[in-house]
């Protein structure tokens, strides 16, 4: 890159001083959303950033840790996403289905990110900090609370959160099939067919209590 290509991009991707590091974390979620995570280095990151290629190493020690703080910033924003859903909800049972909808929405948009989230927390000994201490974890947990009106044990909940988090996972990665889409027009787009297969989803525990 020549100098006056770096200089332009420092111009249009100005950091505050002392910010270096969120720069830096921005910039990788640039490359791994347009480029994909083959593409991603700290000489890429520094690039992208318009900084010096030994810039990034005041921070991070090499690729791993910079992945660690991107997913950190992941599961931060999965967690904001999660909250803005539940504000909006006026009861428990809209709670659910819009946190569930979020979710995915956070999946489909970023999914460079949410993978790199997920591939970063896989090997780790506890959950994320992000998920614990009402982070994105405890919002789904403390709204099944709420929903069950305080009935069931702990491990029962605990289940049921794990439950409701894999349902939400496992739709992510499915919603963009294509043998869905007749399914989404009859039920009047994509949104609507998110919000169809959460409520769907105590359908049989219903039938079981008839």
């Given at each position: ?25 921005e ?65 428990s049972?809209e709670?659910?289905?819009?946190l ?11 999914p ?17 900090e ?19 009106g305080?009935?069931?044990s ?6 049921a959160t ?26 009047g ?18 039938l079981?209590?008839?």
């Amino acid at each position: 890159m020549s100098e006056m290509t770096q200089t332009a991009a420092s111009e249009a991707r100005p950091y505050h001083h002392g910010d270096l590091s969120r720069a830096l974390v921005e910039a990788a979620r640039r490359i791994l959303e347009t480029e994909g995570p083959a593409a991603l280095s700290l000489r890429a990151v520094a690039r992208e950033a318009g900084v010096s290629p030994a810039a990034p190493y005041h921070h991070f020690k090499d690729k791993g840790e910079l992945l660690d703080a991107v997913a950190h910033e992941g599961w931060a924003a999965l967690d904001t996403a999660l909250t803005e859903a539940r504000c909006k909800a006026v009861d428990s049972k809209e709670r659910m289905t819009g946190l569930g909808v979020a979710y995915v929405r956070f999946a489909r948009e970023n999914p460079a990110l949410y993978r790199v989230m997920y591939d970063c927390s896989r090997d780790k000994d506890a959950l994320p900090e992000q998920m614990k201490e009402e982070g994105a974890y405890c919002q789904v947990r403390n709204t099944i609370g709420e929903r069950s009106g305080g009935t069931v044990s702990p491990i029962d909940l605990e289940l049921a959160t794990i439950a409701a988090w894999c349902a939400a996972h496992g739709l992510a990665e499915m919603a963009s099939f294509k043998q869905f889409d007749a399914l989404k027009e009859a039920l009047g787009g994509e949104e609507a067919f998110l919000r169809a297969v959460f409520e769907h989803l105590g359908m049989f525990a219903k039938l079981d209590q008839a």
